[in-house]
């Protein structure tokens, strides 16, 4: 294994490929034994030989995304962490991709525990600060789109009642500005959101507090918008992801 690992790592130095012989003698590894690691990676699609050059295989490729995209999850995670310690509230990061509400990471600890998902946070983006500064970011006919397929319902006697009244709301969220609830997608919470715009793509950095420290939210997130330009590049790195 540890001698597969080193003609592969060895390969990946080479752009252009690089022969057998020469493999062999950059790991050290007797030719025959090179040969014979060399035809069982190309089998299992780690490397592809073309013309006598080996050359990293699909299989390889598809651990080197892998392992970038871990990293850049791991980059982000960290950062939620910081604001989490930072503020002292649970934190939320999600996007909108391809028509759907996506949260992406959440950070939290035993003592400021997140909100518990109790409905589909896919399906309520009219509820919750997430969602809503989510849509508020899309343009008229996006967010149509998204209400067609998820129309509003009321989970709390505070959610907004119908499609009129969320929309006159989301055009009254002026750009960069935060997004607020107040125990409209869960009793006993508030929420706020604010918009992170990377290219075409919409996301969101969010926390929540119970509602009986309800005075404490514009505070948390005028701070948590502070944490967000510090942090802005690692949260960034999720767009690819």
Not at 70 to 84: E, F, G, I, Y
Not at 210 to 228: F, K, T, Y
Request: aromatic share 6%; glycine share 6%.
């Amino acid at each position: 294994m540890q001698r597969a690992m080193r003609l592969l790592e060895t390969v990946a130095g080479h752009e252009y490929g690089a022969p057998a012989k020469q493999l062999a003698r950059e790991t050290g590894l007797a030719l025959p034994t090179a040969y014979h690691l060399l035809r069982t990676l190309v089998h299992e699609g780690y490397l592809r030989r073309e013309k006598g050059l080996f050359f990293l295989g699909e299989a390889a490729e598809r651990l080197s995304s892998s392992g970038a995209k871990q990293k850049r999850r791991s980059t982000v995670a960290d950062a939620l962490a910081h604001c989490r310690d930072s503020i002292g509230v649970p934190v939320y990061y999600a996007m909108y991709r391809e028509g759907e509400i996506e949260v992406m990471c959440v950070s939290d600890t035993p003592g400021n525990p997140a909100v518990e998902e109790w409905a589909d946070f896919r399906e309520t983006g009219h509820a919750h600060a997430i969602g809503q500064c989510l849509l508020s970011q899309l343009d008229e006919e996006a967010r149509r789109d998204h209400l067609d397929r998820y129309p509003v319902q009321s989970l709390t006697p505070y959610t907004v009642r119908d499609d009129r009244s969320l929309l006159r709301r989301l055009e009254r969220i002026r750009r960069m500005e935060p997004a607020t609830e107040r125990q409209e997608y869960a009793l006993g919470t508030v929420c706020a959101a604010i918009p992170i715009t990377v290219g075409t793509t919409a996301a969101t950095m969010a926390l929540s507090l119970p509602s009986h420290q309800a005075d404490r939210l514009l505070p948390a997130v005028q701070r948590l918008q502070r944490e967000v330009g510090r942090h802005l590049g690692s949260i960034a790195l999720s767009i690819s992801i």
